[in-house]
């Protein structure tokens, strides 16, 4: 079946790095913009970041902007999201995702996510 695999979370101190992946099977990765959320405990799941399917576009949230990049290689079917500068207040689940869209240009509007990844956790100590 279709899967999103996120791997590279981990525990990390304040002004850290860690860089995200996520491997797509099972789908035509290459048509989909792909996104990255995240979930703190007790908050509702966010966005972060996301970037066209031809990869010439990207999308920021405003607390990342700067700090991350995401990025695509389609011919490995993944996704990735380098973090720099990492603050506690970044520490979540983080979430892989990806959106049918029509146009190579289109980072995605995000209300109707075609698949999720599982997550993997990503925590910041001060």
């Known amino acids: 079946q279709v899967q999103l695999v996120e791997s590279g979370g981990g525990l990390v101190q304040a002004g850290g790095s860690l860089r995200l992946s996520c491997v797509a099977s099972?789908?035509?990765?290459?048509?989909?913009?792909m996104g990255w959320f995240r979930q703190a405990p007790g908050k509702e799941r966010e966005f972060v970041a996301a970037l066209s399917r031809g990869g010439g576009a990207t999308k920021y949230a405003d607390s990342v902007k700067g700090r991350v990049t995401i990025s695509r290689d389609n011919a490995k079917n993944t996704v990735y999201l380098p973090m720099n500068s990492l603050k506690p207040e970044d520490t979540a689940v983080y979430y892989c995702a990806a959106e049918y869209v029509g146009a190579t240009w289109d980072t995605g509007t995000w209300s109707s996510v075609n698949y999720w990844g599982q997550g993997t956790q990503v925590t910041v100590s001060s």
């Open positions: 099972k789908f035509a990765f290459s048509i989909y913009a």
